[in-house]
């Protein structure tokens, strides 16, 4: 084969990888997804609000990916009225558009999130002139602390990725899957086993990372009995599938994570996101976007379980953007029923919902920037 021939096929194959990793942006629902019948729920807990301290020892944030008002009272109505989310008694708003454009993409609202800098569409771990940011996670390692990620995509998608990577750009995924290597990440659990070890550059960066110390698994079953360690959760070869796929992952991953991070004494930092309630609204879905909002809700159960018992951990919920413009245009508390309708199959720019409880959590109420919710937890964290 010539050279110019080798190019054009890495070229196309690159090109084949980006378009599977993206499918979700093209995906179109049927006229019948615009409504949610009803289905299983879940109980929920309200937990006290006694806390120890004006600072956390810990922090989880929890990114709901696509998430907007809309979204959450979509599954506040089909869980009858009832979620997680009732825990949080300061409640805010964060503007969330990026350098370079009104409406955010994840890479920079995820950016924006992990490291308190507007950076343009695309970007990750960088700022307006490519140059790396150093991130909150980053800032709780250099500390001693414990850190981690948890998704229900690929491990190395826009969001997870903004947090531990710095690249040109977010379909980078073998770049960004190998900056993981530069870091002491302890806990890191979601999809792209396949940026690990099938590669153009022919390193295998499971057997890397096992040389470092790390534990990998590709069974949630086998992950969630792990107590200790650094683990390399990769749970599927790209992303997690929908829930009847992939079952209870993100909450039973986010139990995990807790309990293994929680055995440093100094205390961790964990980002947790909820992928799917984007792609939900990408698709123009209320159900997909319904069954994800309740996912997420589960995973927010566990991280306040944790926080009531603890007393010295920040749990922060909010979003890198809304996703679909979604109107609830009809629904039922009693049944569960939602009816949605979604002017776009693109993200919008209005601004999502910021919750907060535990030590802390009074900064994070009122109208935002999404930089400032970084920069808050730095502070308290971290103390610069």
């Known amino acids: 084969m010539t050279r110019t021939g080798l190019i054009l096929l890495i070229a196309l194959l690159t090109g084949f990888t980006t378009m599977a990793q993206n499918d979700y942006l093209d995906a179109q629902a049927?006229?019948?997804?615009?409504?949610?019948?009803?289905?299983?729920?879940?109980e929920v807990k309200i937990f006290p609000q006694k806390f120890k301290g004006k600072t956390p020892k810990n922090v989880i944030l929890l990114i709901g990916d696509g998430m907007g008002v809309s979204q959450v009272q979509a599954g506040y109505t089909a869980n009858k009225g009832k979620l997680y989310l009732e825990n949080f008694k300061h409640v805010g708003f964060a503007n969330t558009s990026s350098a370079d454009k009104y409406v955010t993409d994840s890479a920079a609202g995820g950016t924006a999130l992990s490291t308190g800098?507007?950076?343009?569409n695309g970007a990750i771990g960088l700022d307006v002139?490519?140059?790396p940011i150093k991130t909150i996670l980053q800032d709780a390692e250099d500390k001693g602390l414990a850190t981690g990620l948890v998704s229900t995509s690929a491990i190395t998608h826009a969001t997870p990725a903004s947090f531990i990577a710095h690249q040109e750009s977010r379909n980078m995924y073998e770049e960004i899957a190998a900056d993981?290597?530069?870091?002491?990440?302890?806990?890191f659990i979601g999809g792209g086993y396949k940026h690990f070890t099938e590669r153009k550059d022919g390193r295998n960066l499971v057997e890397e990372l096992e040389q470092k110390g790390y534990r990998v698994e590709e069974d949630i079953n086998t992950i969630k009995n792990i107590k200790d360690g650094k683990l390399a959760g990769l749970t599927a070869a790209e992303h997690n599938g929908r829930m009847d796929e992939r079952g209870d992952m993100l909450p039973v991953a986010t139990n995990t994570a807790i309990n293994i991070l929680s055995n440093n004494k100094k205390g961790f930092f964990l980002m947790v996101e909820g992928s799917q309630i984007d792609w939900g609204g990408h698709a123009g879905s209320t159900i997909y976007i319904v069954e994800d909002m309740l996912d997420f809700d589960r995973a927010v159960g566990k991280a306040l379980e944790f926080a009531a018992g603890n007393k010295q951990t920040l749990v922060i919920v909010t979003a890198d953007h809304e996703t679909g413009g979604m109107a609830i245009v009809d629904g039922n508390n009693e049944t569960g029923m939602v009816k949605g309708e979604f002017p776009t199959g693109s993200h919008t720019g209005v601004m999502v919902p910021v919750f907060a409880y535990g030590p802390g959590a009074e900064q994070f109420t009122g109208i935002m920037d999404n930089t400032d919710i970084p920069n808050r937890i730095r502070k308290l964290l971290v103390g610069n």
């Open 30 to 42: 049927e006229a019948n997804e615009k409504i949610y019948t009803g289905g299983q729920t879940h």
């Open 117 to 120: 800098q507007k950076t343009y």
């Open 129 to 131: 002139n490519k140059n």
């Open 180 to 187: 993981f290597l530069k870091t002491d990440i302890d806990v």
